[in-house]
């Protein structure tokens, strides 16, 4: 089983829409969760990390469901230029190494 | 600041052939890293250093060799290209260090390798 799952859509939606997506991680040692944002063509970036609480950066909104193992992305009020491809990342303690997935493609629609 | 930079952007080789792809950062960062970026595997880890002189191997280190000598400069070498390792390239780095946390990773622009 791949440590970080996602499925990779497309997730077609209109622009003023909502949309969410999940990650699942496999090792429950995992610790750190993050979220980034690669454009096509162009490098990661960071978009935001991912705390235990929840936490929430304007439009976008993340989660931990640590029981579950898995995390999540919701983006409101959809622009044009959110599409993108948004990368879950986990990281265990003392591995010194990130997991990437493979990313959820999301292309917001006029 | 120019953050990390790698050159060069493109590359195009023939099997068997050599070459190194440069990384560099100006940020004092600790952690250096070398991912590959393949159509429908998302980024894997080739081979990563927490700090000069110290290097270790990821989740796909064969075919490849790096080095530390200091903290600025990470060179991927390829020591026999492949036609498998044609890919996309991506350098990384991190302030975090033997043990920490991980911290935001900042990414070079890439380099688009192509081996005939």
């Known amino acids: 089983r791949k440590e970080v799952e996602q499925d990779p859509g497309p997730f077609n939606v209109p622009e003023g829409a909502t949309v969410a997506f999940n990650c699942t991680y496999s090792?429950?040692?995992?610790?750190?969760f993050f979220w980034y944002r690669q454009d096509c063509r162009k490098e990661p970036k960071l978009l935001m990390s991912v705390y235990s609480s929840g936490n929430e950066d304007g439009r976008f909104t993340a989660q931990l469901n640590r029981a579950s193992q898995y995390i999540s992305l919701l983006i409101r009020d959809s622009k044009l230029s959110d599409s993108a491809t948004y990368l879950c990342?986990?990281?265990?303690?003392?591995?010194?190494?990130?997991?990437f997935g493979k990313g959820n493609q999301v292309v917001v629609i006029p | 600041n120019a953050g990390v930079t790698q050159t060069p952007k493109f590359q195009v080789l023939k099997t068997g052939q050599s070459m190194t792809l440069q990384c560099a950062q100006d940020m004092n960062h600790e952690y250096m890293s070398w991912y590959r970026q393949d159509p429908g595997m998302g980024l894997r880890l080739i081979h990563y250093s927490v700090g000069a002189g110290i290097t270790d191997q990821g989740e796909v280190p064969n075919g490849y060799n790096v080095s530390r000598s200091t903290t600025e400069d990470f060179p991927l070498r390829l020591l026999s290209a492949a036609p498998s390792q044609t890919s996309v390239y991506f350098c990384?780095?991190?302030?975090?260090?033997?043990?920490?946390?991980?911290?935001?990773?900042?990414f070079g622009p890439g380099t688009r390798l192509t081996v005939l």
């Open positions: 990384a780095s991190s302030i975090q260090g033997r043990g920490r946390i991980a911290d935001t990773q900042y």
């Open positions: 090792n429950s040692a995992s610790q750190s």
């Open positions: 990342v986990v990281f265990r303690y003392g591995n010194n190494r990130l997991a």
